[in-house]
């Protein structure tokens, strides 16, 4: 099992940045896929981003080349680097993970794109 812990939301205006973290309970050395969803008011979840421990990637297509995730193993944390943020980025947005065929999911952190 694994917990996650989100952080790093918060409100921005358009066109800025800010970095989500995801830390975790354990090691992630060997948590296969660990990655970002969004839900926006009124809308259902959404994919955004994944990372493999293989280095695959993928990505939303409407945040590509805005958004990047990367996992750092020494600190158990994955982060979500957002750039050119735009209004309708605004959701909560959910750490995940899969391991040994289960699902986890953090506390969700707030981002509001807003002037």
């Known amino acids: 099992q694994v917990q996650l812990q989100a952080s790093g939301g918060g409100l921005v205006q358009p066109g800025g940045s800010l970095r989500l973290s995801c830390a975790a309970s354990?090691?992630?050395?060997?948590?296969?896929?660990m990655g970002w969803y969004r839900q926006a008011p009124g809308k259902q979840r959404e994919f955004v981003a994944t990372?493999?421990?293989?280095?695959?990637?993928n990505v939303l297509d409407s945040v590509k080349g805005r958004f990047t995730i990367s996992r750092d193993t020494a600190k158990n944390t994955v982060y979500l680097q957002m750039n050119s943020l735009k209004p309708e980025d605004t959701a909560v947005y959910y750490c995940?993970?899969?391991?040994?065929?289960?699902?986890?999911w953090g506390q969700g952190t707030l981002v509001t794109v807003s002037s």
């Open positions: 995940y993970a899969r391991m040994s065929g289960s699902a986890y």
């Open positions: 354990r090691s992630i050395r060997d948590i296969n896929l």
């Open positions: 990372g493999t421990i293989d280095g695959i990637v």
